[in-house]
């Protein structure tokens, strides 16, 4: 995330200078404690937390653990992994819902924290689990807060209750009680109620705050932070605990270029949950929070859970059964081709599903200059063709490809190349089908050194195993595979190696023109 983009870059900077040491002394310790130390203060972090972090991870990478290991650096950045995980809360926690309806989610935060645009959010999420959230206006103060609130509402597809015009006219402690027996009356299983905040904290708002909560006794209060305020972050966040007290926090603006770090002490300080983190304006741009990813995103070891995730809820499962099939049998076409990207575009942006990747921290710029629009030209092209062409693409001739062309409004060029493009995709769709190995052009065979020649492979497969017994073949092979030198992240934590800038390249290549 780009919030945390300058502490991931010192951390990962000050880590791999750490890997080149075969052994760690005393000395080697205290140089890494220090940059880490100084790392987390540049990205606003709490003195008080910085301390307390810094210290637990020198008294651990000083201990047994890190001495006896076959590689100490190793251990040392899994160290500070845990302790990351420690002061981000530990464990996820998720929304604790009423055993009677309705469950009341009350919302709290400075003005300009994106509660209004979180409230839509929320209320888009619970949706899709089968909820039926009403949304309640209860800032009524903030020039038309009431009005965004509807808007919000109505993209979200969200029910709203809303009978004072704003503007300062109205009670919001009644509206917030009138809502809660109004979604009663409704039978509307939750009830998300956006309050009014302030440029700064005072007594106004806290009073007004105080009183919502005891007028609805909210299941959950839910403080909404800008992640980019610095280190009022936490000032803000323990008047708000003094004054209302939460239950769990929202990260708002995580997409954003700060520093960001302060966002990080709000758990520690408050020993409150970070529950959700906002990372875009739109309104799927939330997602419930994971200390133990959020770490590892910050240390750029990937996300590949939350990956595999987004994937899982944009990916038709029968659908996928049907490509698979024709892709084993020869019959996937570019109408097929045309699905598949529509599906990943449900995903969100290519450039934050490649960010998720371990070791992508290292290819900033290349994933910067990532272009999301190939998708739609690469669309554009086939939607320019008529049925028979998609499905039959060898009768693709030179007048019919001019006419695509500029259907597209693209060059023949772009036609001819997507058609390649086409068949390298299908051909490696089917190895993986059929439960072979794909082999990228310009990457080798997928599973090996990102860049390595067929020539190397070539020699690899020469050093197996000819054994005619099957069984004695297989175990030979087997244990020359465990010899050979594992892949592993930019830490050595395990896992992939971070793709190379010609394998995205070549991905973008696929997916469009190249």
């Known amino acids: 995330m780009a919030t945390f983009g300058t502490l991931s870059d010192r ?10 040491k075969g052994q760690l002394t005393p000395a080697d310790v205290d140089g890494t404690v220090r940059e880490i130390r100084r790392a987390l203060l540049d990205a606003d972090v709490a003195l008080p937390v910085v301390k307390e972090f810094t210290a637990a991870v020198r008294d651990r990478a000083l201990g047994d653990e890190v001495n006896r290991a076959l590689n100490p650096a190793q251990q040392v950045v899994q160290i500070v992994n845990d302790e990351l995980i420690g ?7 998720r929304l604790q819902f009423a055993k009677n309806p309705p469950t009341v989610i009350m919302l709290a935060g400075l003005q300009g924290s994106g509660k209004t645009t979180f409230a839509g959010k929320l209320a888009k999420m619970l949706e899709k689990d089968g909820h039926t959230p009403l949304l309640v206006a209860c800032d009524l103060q903030r020039p038309n807060a009431v009005n965004q609130l509807q808007v919000v509402a109505e993209r979200a597809g969200a029910a709203i209750y809303a009978p004072e015009p704003g503007n300062g006219v109205g009670d919001p402690v009644t509206v917030a009680r009138d809502g809660v027996a109004y979604a009663t009356r409704q039978q509307h299983d939750i009830v998300i109620i956006d309050t009014a905040g302030r440029l700064g904290v005072d007594a106004e708002l806290m009073k007004q705050a105080s009183d919502i909560r005891k007028a ?3 299941d959950e209060v839910l403080f909404v932070i800008d992640a980019m305020i610095g280190q009022d972050a936490v000032n803000t966040a323990k008047a708000f605990q003094d004054g209302v007290d939460f239950t769990g926090v929202v990260l708002s603006k995580l997409d954003g270029d700060a ?15 970070i529950i959700f983190a906002s990372t875009g304006e739109g309104l799927d741009d939330v997602e419930p929070f994971h200390p133990d990813r959020m770490a590892s995103r910050i240390l750029d070891l990937g996300d590949i859970l939350t990956l595999i995730e987004q994937a899982q809820s ?7 059964m049907k490509v698979a099939e024709k892709l ?3 019959t996937f076409t570019l109408e097929d081709f045309l699905e598949q990207m529509q599906q990943m575009k449900k995903m969100g942006s290519m450039k934050k599903m490649l960010g998720m990747l371990p070791g992508m921290g290292n290819m900033k710029q290349q994933l910067e200059d990532f272009d999301e629009r190939e998708i739609d030209r690469t669309e554009a092209i086939i939607r320019s063709m008529t049925l028979g062409e998609r499905r039959n693409p060898k009768i693709l001739n030179g007048s019919r490809r001019l006419r695509i062309a500029r259907g597209s409004g693209m060059t023949v060029t772009d036609v001819n190349q ?9 051909k490696m769709m089917k190895t993986v089908a059929r439960g072979g190995v794909p082999n990228i052009p310009g990457m080798g065979p997928v599973g090996g050194k990102p860049g390595a020649s067929s020539k190397r492979g070539k020699q690899q497969k020469a050093k197996g195993s000819r054994s005619g017994n099957p069984a004695k073949r297989a175990a030979e092979n087997a244990g020359i595979a465990a010899a050979a030198p594992a892949t592993g992240s930019g830490f050595g934590l395990g896992g992939q190696a971070a793709p190379s800038e010609a394998d995205l390249a070549e991905l973008q290549k696929m997916l469009g023109r190249g």
Do not use: H, M, W
């Open 314 to 320: 944009a990916f038709d499962e029968a659908e996928a």
């Open 216 to 218: 609805t006794q909210p």
């Open 259 to 273: 520093r960001g770090g302060a966002a990080l002490s709000v758990a520690s300080v408050t020993g409150r949950p």
């Open 328 to 330: 084993a049998t020869d």
């Open 87 to 93: 002061i981000l809360g530990g464990q996820q926690r």
């Open 418 to 426: 997507l058609v390649q493009r086409f068949d390298q995709a299908a």
């Open 11 to 20: 951390l990962t900077e000050t880590f791999r200078n750490l890997r080149k």
